[in-house]
């Protein structure tokens, strides 16, 4: 039997992307989220949170992704919009994104040479997460607490970030799930 | 001699069981693993190892490692071969081929002409004649004896590593290794970078004991320690090549040469960029050398490089040694000579009485300890075989000089701190008149030095302060007190006596008369040079450093520029912490291309970005646009067809049936908000506040100064809901302009903008027959003219895809522009072609848009603008909306008196008189054709097409005062000669009442 790899990348087909953009003081906004999506909109800068089939992760100081795990990203879009009041806006963002989860031990290598971020766990811990430079395009990098790390980014750059990675990952050993 | 003579018998950290076979200068030689190129190369009697820059002398090697100056080497062969390496640090492999770079005929006869070549040569020579060097460079640059560089591609792989950490320990010798330990046992995270394969520094040849151990046994502790714990990274063979702001460092780690050419496997060089809370430098300090007559005889080496290739490499150098020390220190390298059972002829102090202990051990081992004397001269042909010595009282010769012979000579004249690192950051280094050296500057609070860098002189010492650095390191990133937790170990210091500075050696001849005192051997730069220099009114050490080449080399004179200071200060009657050392750049050793590059080579040079239908653009053979970072279908051939044909075939196609264009990659911005009306009011200067729910406008995006920077269509998609396209180049661009003037200017206003540029794939349907296409897999919008007019925007569903379908039109034919979700892109894209099969649906390029839209007179901002146009010149002043109540950005711009000059160049069309020629693009037009230069211009060519459908060239251009001009002549000169004359025209040549877009 082969070694097994250092570092596997799978695809989190099935989810639907939707940008939010609000007020986190304005309490209509967080409880719409909370009752389309069951999860909580991250206040703590570069966080994010998890419930059941929903993530929310932040973006900016009024600005989130919101990933639903077997939606449609245009239905999550309507009941947002039919559940807030006030100053908001919500897009779906499902053709943007591209999610791929990765893992194993030498994930973190992968990461040092795609990225000036520290992903360090003692920098950047279970439940962070940062937009930021990946090789020449971007990402949205999250840390789970499996040690996996999610990986969200632009559906026109994949290509691109596929070859990337795989190169990247090569001298580890690389599996494309 | 020969190899069984020089290489002993045993010691040394070199494995006798494996030997390597390499070739130096097409000779056969043997080594052992563990040796350098250098080591090797004295071990096999190598005594020239290449000829002088200048002078095209014999030259030997100096030092053992990043500070050697002759032993300048090619490495390898073909196109991955390396040059410019030092032998010193090039570690031996089985089959390694290396070269001189200096070895060539061309240097051996540089001997004769060298000696016309005086300090300042090239400036003298070529600032007078400027002219000159133009012809002269080719050969100079030959005869300069540099390596040269390979003209392959580079087969090998390289690549990048990011670290961040607590504490980056810069060295492995003894202060950085107690410094790494300290600061790992405080929990940092710790990046520990050594250049050399192993660590350990100078306890690799070190013989003394530590804490009671040998020095090796105390090293395999400390690296198992270090290996051990988790928070540490140890990157052996990395150079620490750039010390920047805000303690950013790049590390150049060799991966494999030390393995031979093994190109397919892994990466070669990887660059690491670091990024460090603390930085502790213990880079250690390299031996100064001695500068009297002739000290460039191989033969001739630093001391303590014969004592490490003694100690680490079991190689005996030579015979007989003369060691010239003006310190203790030295007097090690004789002990070591003696022990290993070679003659030690005599140790030549400059000092008085010295007295220390290293002293009384050699007085003790029989060692005839010559006192207040200098070698002032060596003596031989291509190999040291005596020097004269002469007393030396104060800085004055006495007595009659005498011969010793010998065939080895080390001198110690103290030592350099290495203190490049901390010099690159900015920080001048600052005499120290105690060290009798230059010691780093205040490098502030991110920096420690610690150990020989410091000016500390004893290992001892280098232990201690090393832990202590590494504490303070550690506790200003946050981990402990500061406190050394563990003690160093026990080394027996004994006392030294103070040594002497000795800068220049005198010889009875005066400096410009003595046989050459080499300075910095690298660039043959003798002491006489710098007095010259100093007498032609030279006081800058920058500028001596320029007109005598003094430190210039590859090593950055880092064994001669401190004499060199030193020479200079006597010659200028000042103090050397007034003259103060020279700049040292980034890198510290050379570092490669490759290295700096990384991955971002060939297809990872700059991304592509695709469209969803980008395999099927692929499938059907498209040539290719490069629109910022997209791959946009230019056109698509058909076999045997020309360019030109196939754009003809799909500008009719267009015109005539049915013609579709993947527009994914325009920029597109979702903007939401009850003001969102009044952001758009205020970044066009078109209305969009009474735009009805469901229609589209067109805007012209202006910078501050009036002139046009993006246009596009935005739609009205609900009370409070716009969407925005801009232009493919530009739509990070306009995002950014929007969120600065919503974020900076305008926070009253409750809007939001999200780019959705990714997220919708777009098709557009072109031609009379595009409504029946789509009719064919859109059921559930009203598609008719009067239902579903121009400039409107209706949300449905095509091939069972939501969808938005815009009528907004680039062609002036009746098109939808049909928007999906992007993951659905290419299943609607099909859908559409098997829609359109029976219409014989043609896919378009980008070419063949340019021609539609021009033969509309639209234009494309970037193409027909530069920057510097208003509306009115690009006879938009119907896009602009001057009542708003706010106003727009530009609006006041546009009241500028030259945007109102009548004489500005305006948007025209041009159509030659002959209907065959197509203009270039870029072409000036001139009003007098045989007007001789200067000749006024009356403007230029902006856009040029050959137009299918009205079987002619077509042109857009701006002319001066053009709008005013029409059917007036101009001339277009070609670079063949030939003048092309144009009509000026309106630059709408099709449909010019826009019937076919609405129909």
Redesign the interface.
Known sequence: MSEPPGVVCRECPDRAFVNVRGDVGDPRLRDAVAQVAGVDLPREPGTWNQADRSRAYWLGPDEWLLVVEGDDGLEVEGRLRSALDGHFSVVDVTGTQVHKELSGPDVGKVLQKSSPYDFHPRHFPPGRCAQTVFAKATALVAAREDGAFDIVFRRSYADYFMRWLADAAAEYGYRLD | MGAEVRRRAAGGRIDRDQTLDFVFDGRALRGFAGDTLASALLANGVDVVGRSFKYGRPRGIVGHGAEEPNAIVEVGAGASCVPNLRATQVELYNGLEARSIRASLFQRAAGAFGRLLPAGFYYKTFMSSPGAWMAWERVLRHAAGFGKAPDGADPDTY??????CDVLVVGAGPAGLSAALEAAGWGA?VLLADEQSEFGGSLLAETRALGGDSAAAWLDGALAELDASGNVELLPRSTVSGYYDHNFLTLVERRSDHLGPVAAA??RERLH?V?AEQVVLATGAIERPLVFANNDLPGVMLASSVSTYVNRYAVAPGKSLLLFTTNDHGYRTALDWHRIGREVVAIVDARESPAGGWVAAAKEAGIDVIVGHAIIEAVGRSRVSGAAIASLQANALAGTPRRLACDLIACSGGWNPTLHLGSQTGVKPRWSDSAGAFLPGDLGGGTVCAGAVAGTPTLRGCLEQGALAGATAASRAGFGSGRTTRSAPEVDEPPETPARSLFLVPHPKRVSRAPKQFVDFQLDVTASDIELAAREGYESVEHVKRYTALGFGTDQGKLGNVNGVAILAEALGKDIAEVGTTMYRPSYTPATFGAIAG??VG??F???????M?EWHTSRGAEWENVGR?KRPRYYPRSGETMQQALNRECLAARDGVAIMDASTLGKI?I???DSAESLDRIYTTGFRKLGIGRCRYGLMLHEDGTIFDDGVTARLGEDRYLMHTTTGNAEVVFAWLERWRQTEWPEL?V?F????????TAALVGPKSRTVLAKVCTDIDLTGGAFPFMAVREGHVAGV?ARVFRISFSGELSFEVNV?????RAVWDALIDAGAEFDITPYGTEAMHVLRAEKGFIIVGQDTDGSMTPADTGMDWAVRRNKPFGFLGDRSLDLADHLREDRPQLVGLATDDARTVLPEGGQLVDDPECRPPVPIAGHVTSSYYSARLSRPIALGMVKGGAGRMGETVHCPLADGRVVKASIVDPIFYDPKGERQRV
């Open positions: 690549d990048r590593m990011n670290h961040h995270r892994g990466t960029r990024r991955r971002d297809g990872f700059d991304p592509e970005r695709h469209t969803p980008h997209w979702d939401q908000g009850a409750s939001y999200t780019s959705v540029t990714d997220h919708w794939a939501p979700p992007a993951q659905h892109g």
